[in-house]
């Protein structure tokens, strides 16, 4: 076994992108961290996420520590930004996305075993609170991602990272 040469991961790339996976946005909510925001788009880009909706955030995604970590990555990614919870939902609700909160919360249910087929919005909280209580009611669905370690949470933009890949590969069954 060998790492693919230069020319070999164009072709790789190549042959990817010609399939069309299903649609896949994500909205934050509140976000507070520049990094975390910037490593959410990279992952975003990498992953060919359609749109970010980004309501009542705390920062801008076009500022110089968001592109530190982005890497240009935010050039890839359509993005709005909505004051308030409601106006980037009905947003993502006009674009036909099913909103599904990502949430330790009592009635969400694994990752992994959620039916995320259809265009679906991601929902991501803030760093430390999650979700608000509005945007938490207002999702069609709730899941989390089960954690085995003694940690009982990750960073956000890690959570993102995990449930983004886990959408994607939903579709590749």
Same mark, same amino acid.
């Given at each position: 076994?060998?790492?693919? +040469?230069? /020319? ?16 896949? +946005? ?12 910037? +490593? ?39 993005? /709005? ?50 979700? *608000?209580? /509005? ?22 933009? /890690? ?11 939903? *579709?590749?069954?």
């Amino acid at each position: 076994m060998r790492q693919l +040469s230069g /020319t070999e991961l164009k072709r790789l790339h190549r042959q990817w992108r010609k399939d069309e996976p299903p649609r896949l +946005s994500i909205m934050l909510e509140g976000l507070g961290g520049p990094f975390n925001l910037g +490593s959410i788009l990279r992952t975003a880009a990498a992953y060919r996420v359609e749109h970010l909706f980004l309501a009542a955030m705390q920062i801008n995604p076009t500022s110089a520590n968001v592109g530190k970590t982005a890497l240009g990555a935010d050039r890839y990614v359509p993005w /709005t930004d909505h004051e308030t919870w409601a106006t980037g939902a009905e947003a993502a609700r006009a674009k036909g996305f099913r909103l599904v909160g990502l949430e330790l919360a009592d009635q969400a249910v694994p990752m992994h075993v959620a039916n995320l087929e259809g265009p679906v919005c991601l929902v991501i909280g803030h760093e430390d609170r999650g979700l *608000s209580k /509005t945007a938490l009611a207002d999702c069609d669905d709730v899941v989390f991602l089960p954690q085995l370690g003694r940690i009982g949470s990750l960073n956000v933009a /890690t959570a993102t990272s995990i449930a983004i890949y886990e959408a994607r590969r939903q *579709s590749w069954r």
